[in-house]
């Protein structure tokens, strides 16, 4: 949950068409010729397209710098407890995540280093945690959230961006990346389209910065799955969030 972000009842996944950059338009181009190919039908009007496609994908999705240091920034923290559900505190949830996501990056042995913004339940506010980032030298910074809504039935995911040049090629690979599921479920969690948000971190960061708003903490499925006391929803979170980094750094 994010203060601009609060409380979004009407928004359905009906307003989330994925936008598409000119990459993403590339990858659709070449995974329409395959399936022409294996049609055997318009095999050369495909190729034709595939021809003047190729340059494109030569292009890395990922920075300049490799050195792989990602800054994990658990949302809200200390007398900020973000959204609220029952006894789930978004802050909570946030942390949690952020330990699980590091523990993919540190022990997957792809040279990965983690930043971490805060380890226990601190208050920090978004100048203090983009000093943060940008003191460890981060390459890359990732906000986690949850999300809140007055409809318990509402639940998306949804990535936002800064500015956009710095972050907006980040924040699109990370959402592309994000195949969660509902919980208990395996209908696909929704998705809408990255957009901006005029958030301090994202700002103030030097490195491509996204902020994911993960899932919906009201949603009642989710706090079912997020309260269960087994961290599966938790663990699959991360997971997704760590497909993202794996992308963006094409490891
Ligand atoms: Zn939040």
Redesign the pocket.
């Known amino acids: 949950?994010?203060r601009a972000q609060h409380r979004q009842p009407g928004q359905t996944e009906d307003a989330g068409r994925m936008g598409r950059t000119g990459r993403r338009a590339v990858r659709d181009v070449r995974a329409v010729g395959i399936r022409m190919r294996t049609a055997g039908a318009a095999v050369l009007a495909a190729a034709l397209v595939l021809s003047s496609a190729l340059p494109a994908l030569a292009a890395p999705p990922g920075p300049a710098s490799v050195s792989r240091r990602v800054c994990i920034d658990a949302?809200?923290g200390g007398t900020d407890p973000?959204?609220i559900n029952g006894t789930l505190r978004?802050k909570d949830l946030t942390l949690d995540i952020a330990n699980r996501l590091s523990a993919l990056l540190l022990n997957t042995g792809l040279g990965f280093s983690v930043v971490m913004m805060r380890t226990g339940d601190v208050t920090l506010g978004n100048t203090e945690r983009a000093t943060i980032c940008n003191d460890g030298r981060a390459d890359t910074v990732l906000s986690i959230?949850?999300n809140a809504s007055s409809d318990p039935g509402v639940d998306y995911f949804r990535a936002f961006y800064g500015k956009k040049a710095k972050d907006a090629a980040f924040t699109q690979t990370v959402s592309d990346a994000y195949a969660l599921t509902k919980p208990n479920s395996t209908e696909p969690l929704p998705k809408l389209a990255p957009t901006n948000f005029a958030s301090g971190l994202l700002l103030k960061t030097d490195a491509p910065a996204c902020l994911a708003e993960t899932v919906f903490l009201t949603n009642l499925g989710e706090a079912a799955a997020l309260g269960d006391g087994t961290g599966t929803r938790q663990q699959q979170i991360a997971q997704q969030l760590f497909s993202g980094l794996r992308a963006w750094y094409r490891v």
């Open positions: 949950m994010q949302g809200h973000g959204a978004e959230h949850l």
